[in-house]
């Protein structure tokens, strides 16, 4: 399976940005897909994960209420939607495929994207 991620940006703090991965080469509807995130000199944390066919979602405490994922099947594309941004989310975002549910290691998923940047600006 191939990720690519996108829609990264620089934004101000309280603004919003969409991130889109597309899968291709998969049964896209097989895997739970993960968004994690690394800012400079930390590790990559899990952000939030979607089961296979959309209907549980899981979030790191800290984007609780303000991320929103989801994923449409038909287009092989799992959605990140974050509002109410703050500096601190600023890193590289990276949407991933696995197998199982939940797991927020990252050893736990078999695929990655490239990774998008995401800068937030106070």
């Known amino acids: 399976v191939q990720l690519q991620a996108s829609g990264g940006g620089l934004v101000q703090a309280g603004g919003s940005l969409r991130l889109s991965c597309a899968a291709s080469g998969g049964t896209f509807s097989r895997y739970v897909m993960g968004w994690f995130r690394q800012a400079p000199g930390k590790e990559r944390e899990f952000v939030s994960v979607v089961s296979q066919r959309g209907g549980s979602t899981y979030y790191v405490d800290s984007v609780k209420g303000r991320f929103t994922i989801s994923r449409d099947n038909a287009k092989n594309t799992v959605y990140l939607q974050m509002n109410s941004l703050k500096p601190d989310d600023t890193a590289v975002y990276y949407c991933?495929?696995?197998?199982?549910?939940?797991?927020?290691?990252?050893?736990?998923?078999?695929?990655w994207g490239q990774g998008t940047q995401v800068t937030v600006s106070s």
């Open positions: 991933a495929a696995g197998s199982r549910w939940y797991d927020p290691d990252v050893h736990a998923y078999d695929y």
